[in-house]
Protein backbone atom coordinates (compact mmCIF):
# COMPACT_ATOMS: atom_id res chain seq x y z
CA UNK A 1 0.00 0.00 0.00
CA UNK A 2 1.30 3.67 -0.90
CA UNK A 3 1.90 5.33 2.83
CA UNK A 4 0.35 8.88 0.74
CA UNK A 5 -3.14 6.81 0.95
CA UNK A 6 -2.94 6.24 5.12
CA UNK A 7 -3.73 9.23 5.66
CA UNK A 8 -7.31 8.76 3.94
CA UNK A 9 -8.12 5.49 6.75
CA UNK A 10 -10.24 5.61 9.19
CA UNK A 11 -7.59 5.31 11.92
CA UNK A 12 -8.78 4.97 15.62
CA UNK A 13 -7.19 4.12 19.12
CA UNK A 14 -8.85 2.88 22.38
CA UNK A 15 -11.30 4.45 24.21
CA UNK A 16 -8.81 4.68 27.44
CA UNK A 17 -6.63 6.93 25.13
CA UNK A 18 -8.82 9.30 24.22
CA UNK A 19 -8.07 11.86 27.28
CA UNK A 20 -3.91 11.42 25.55
CA UNK A 21 -2.76 13.37 23.08
CA UNK A 22 -0.29 10.14 22.21
CA UNK A 23 -1.49 6.08 21.46
CA UNK A 24 -1.51 3.23 19.38
CA UNK A 25 -3.31 3.93 16.41
CA UNK A 26 -4.97 1.37 14.08
CA UNK A 27 -6.86 1.48 10.65
CA UNK A 28 -8.56 -1.18 8.27
CA UNK A 29 -7.04 -1.21 5.19
CA UNK A 30 -8.12 -4.37 3.35
CA UNK A 31 -5.75 -7.50 3.42
CA UNK A 32 -3.66 -5.03 6.39
CA UNK A 33 -4.14 -3.80 9.60
CA UNK A 34 -2.49 -0.79 9.77
CA UNK A 35 -0.74 0.33 13.08
CA UNK A 36 1.27 4.10 13.72
CA UNK A 37 1.87 6.05 16.66
CA UNK A 38 0.17 9.06 16.70
CA UNK A 39 3.58 10.78 18.39
CA UNK A 40 5.06 11.18 15.13
CA UNK A 41 2.57 14.15 13.77
CA UNK A 42 2.49 15.77 17.00
CA UNK A 43 6.40 16.55 16.97
CA UNK A 44 6.33 19.76 14.73
CA UNK A 45 9.63 18.50 12.89
CA UNK A 46 6.88 16.04 11.32
CA UNK A 47 3.87 18.03 11.00
CA UNK A 48 4.43 18.67 7.09
CA UNK A 49 5.78 14.82 6.69
CA UNK A 50 1.93 12.80 6.83
CA UNK A 51 3.09 10.40 3.78
CA UNK A 52 6.62 10.02 5.67
CA UNK A 53 4.50 8.58 9.12
CA UNK A 54 6.18 5.22 9.96
CA UNK A 55 3.50 2.28 9.79
CA UNK A 56 3.47 -1.57 10.62
CA UNK A 57 0.98 -3.72 8.51
CA UNK A 58 0.00 -6.58 10.28
CA UNK A 59 -2.17 -9.41 7.28
CA UNK A 60 -5.87 -8.97 8.86
CA UNK A 61 -5.99 -12.29 8.81
CA UNK A 62 -3.46 -12.92 11.78
CA UNK A 63 -5.10 -9.36 13.59
CA UNK A 64 -6.51 -11.88 16.00
CA UNK A 65 -3.33 -13.74 16.72
CA UNK A 66 -1.24 -10.58 16.89
CA UNK A 67 -3.91 -9.25 19.60
CA UNK A 68 -3.61 -12.20 21.92
CA UNK A 69 0.63 -11.99 21.94
CA UNK A 70 0.30 -8.36 22.73
CA UNK A 71 -2.38 -9.20 25.75
CA UNK A 72 -0.45 -12.48 26.65
CA UNK A 73 2.92 -10.57 26.54
CA UNK A 74 4.48 -12.83 23.78
CA UNK A 75 6.89 -12.09 20.86
CA UNK A 76 5.78 -13.18 17.46
CA UNK A 77 8.64 -14.43 16.32
CA UNK A 78 7.61 -14.60 12.59
CA UNK A 79 8.15 -12.52 9.26
CA UNK A 80 4.37 -11.26 9.03
CA UNK A 81 3.80 -10.55 12.87
CA UNK A 82 5.89 -7.52 14.18
CA UNK A 83 8.28 -8.40 16.94
CA UNK A 84 7.31 -6.85 20.04
CA UNK A 85 9.87 -5.87 23.02
CA UNK A 86 8.73 -5.00 26.25
CA UNK A 87 11.22 -2.71 28.24
CA UNK A 88 11.59 -2.40 32.00
CA UNK A 89 9.61 0.23 32.17
CA UNK A 90 6.69 -0.94 30.67
CA UNK A 91 7.07 0.65 27.09
CA UNK A 92 6.86 -1.48 24.03
CA UNK A 93 8.21 -1.06 20.64
CA UNK A 94 6.98 -3.13 17.65
CA UNK A 95 9.09 -3.60 14.92
CA UNK A 96 9.08 -4.81 11.29
CA UNK A 97 11.85 -4.69 8.81
CA UNK A 98 13.72 -1.47 9.62
CA UNK A 99 10.26 0.21 10.87
CA UNK A 100 10.08 0.45 14.56
CA UNK A 101 7.12 2.19 17.00
CA UNK A 102 8.02 2.74 20.46
CA UNK A 103 4.85 2.94 22.45
CA UNK A 104 5.39 4.89 26.43
CA UNK A 105 3.61 2.51 28.86
CA UNK A 106 0.97 4.65 29.25
CA UNK A 107 0.04 4.67 25.37
CA UNK A 108 0.75 0.26 25.78
CA UNK A 109 -1.55 -0.05 28.62
CA UNK A 110 -4.67 2.33 26.93
CA UNK A 111 -4.32 0.14 23.47
CA UNK A 112 -4.18 -3.64 26.10
CA UNK A 113 -7.30 -2.12 27.43
CA UNK A 114 -8.59 -1.80 24.16
CA UNK A 115 -7.97 -5.05 23.33
CA UNK A 116 -9.32 -6.79 26.24
CA UNK A 117 -13.07 -4.59 26.08
CA UNK A 118 -12.87 -5.47 22.54
CA UNK A 119 -12.13 -2.35 20.44
CA UNK A 120 -10.25 -3.85 17.88
CA UNK A 121 -12.36 -7.14 17.09
CA UNK A 122 -13.95 -4.98 14.43
CA UNK A 123 -10.67 -5.49 12.58
CA UNK A 124 -10.94 -9.23 13.06
CA UNK A 125 -12.06 -10.84 9.27
CA UNK A 126 -15.45 -12.63 9.58
CA UNK A 127 -15.02 -16.56 9.61
CA UNK A 128 -15.28 -17.85 5.81
Not at 1 to 8: I, N
Not at 16 to 40: H, M, N, T
Not at 61 to 68: I, K, M, T
Request: glycine share 6%; aromatic share 8%; net charge negative.
Amino acid sequence: MELSATTHLNWFKATSSSSSSSCVEVADAGRVVLVRDSKFLRDPHNQDRATDQPTIGIPASRWREFLNLVVNRHDAGDAELPAIEYQSDGGVSIRRAEVTLTYTPAEWHAFCDGIQKGEFDRLVPAAA
